[in-house]
């Protein structure tokens, strides 16, 4: 028998997942998201979730409350009647009521190899952290942060020079087939829980703009991680000058590379720049405005040359 799911997320990593049980053919009974956000050059323009959109085109309704909190939001949660709730980056807190209210409980799509990185950004924090492996686990929800027990996990490669995005968008076709085949073996009784190791956890915390400059006289490798880690949002950043102003400059990819100098400092006319130690090299970045494009040819239009630095 199909379950009786409801579907709870918000950003553009979910939807598959979303896709995916559809798919499965279990009965979504509701699509739980945020509510709409202002968007547009303006903000003034309210945009629905990326989720919201494919529940509409699904023809499944959408539930976008700010808070779940309400003793008239979990009654209408509960009136659901669900089987099971299925949880994939959602951005809001659950309380016991909403987790104890599906007949089999929650379970939640998680982008790391837990108990390491749990929290809001574990896919940004691995990749910032050098890790060469993670990986998508389906774990039943408790009310701690990502403290529940494991029941499934697929783990995925780090490469060296794969970025944030590279990795968000493997993990979000993992996490889909990972949580179908979860709910297969839910609906057979046949699917079993372990309990999370108390040593090796860390915590994911929220990316803060404050912390996205680049500091060029830190080490080539730890720079690196950083500009992958972030791309390609928010994006790591530095300064330099352009045609007299001082100008912003987004970098979306790096490789490393060899070479040393003083920190900051253009190398060649490759865009390799050296760093406290060592040195990378910047593939693609992005001007104020601008579109993506790849370093040597910011370079030539930048009228940037050997010698001239990065702050």
């Known amino acids: 028998m199909p379950l009786r799911v409801i579907f709870m997320g918000t950003p553009e990593f979910s939807v598959p997942t979303l896709r995916a049980i559809a798919e499965a053919g279990h009965e979504i009974e509701a699509v739980y998201t945020q509510p709409p956000r202002a968007a547009g050059r303006r903000g003034l323009e309210l945009t629905p979730s990326p989720v919201q959109r494919e529940a509409e085109r699904l023809g499944i309704a959408a539930r976008t409350p700010v808070s779940l909190k309400s003793a008239a939001e979990q009654q209408a949660f509960r009136a659901l009647r669900a089987d099971v709730a299925v949880v994939v980056a959602y951005g809001l807190l659950l309380p016991r009521a909403i987790i104890e209210a599906p007949r089999l409980g929650c379970l939640n799509g998680h982008a790391s190899l837990l108990p390491r990185w749990r929290g809001a950004a574990p896919i940004q924090r691995a990749v910032m952290a050098g890790d060469t492996e993670t990986g998508m686990m389906v774990m039943r929800m408790e009310e701690g942060l990502d403290t529940g027990p494991v029941a499934m996990v697929e783990k ?12 968000h968008d493997r993990l979000m076709i993992i996490g889909a087939a990972l949580m179908v085949e979860a709910l297969a073996r839910l609906e057979r009784d046949a699917l079993t829980f372990t309990t999370q190791a108390t040593a ?16 060029w006289t830190r080490p080539a490798g730890e720079v690196h991680d950083h500009i992958r880690g972030l791309s390609p949002f928010p994006g790591a950043w530095c300064e330099t000058e352009i045609g007299g102003r001082l100008e912003r400059l987004k970098l979306l990819r790096s490789t490393l590379s060899d070479g040393a100098g003083e920190p900051g400092g253009i190398l060649d006319d490759r865009l390799t720049v050296a760093c ?32 001239m630095k990065f702050s």
């Open 156 to 167: 995925c490669a780090i490469g060296p020079d794969m970025t944030a995005g590279d990795l």
């Open 200 to 215: 090796g956890v860390t915590y994911a915390k929220k990316i803060d703009k404050a912390e996205t400059r680049v500091d």
């Open 276 to 307: 406290g130690s060592g040195a990378i090299r910047l593939v693609e970045v992005q001007r104020a405005g601008g579109r993506p494009i790849a370093g040597q040819q910011f370079l030539r239009g930048a009228k940037l040359e050997k010698g």
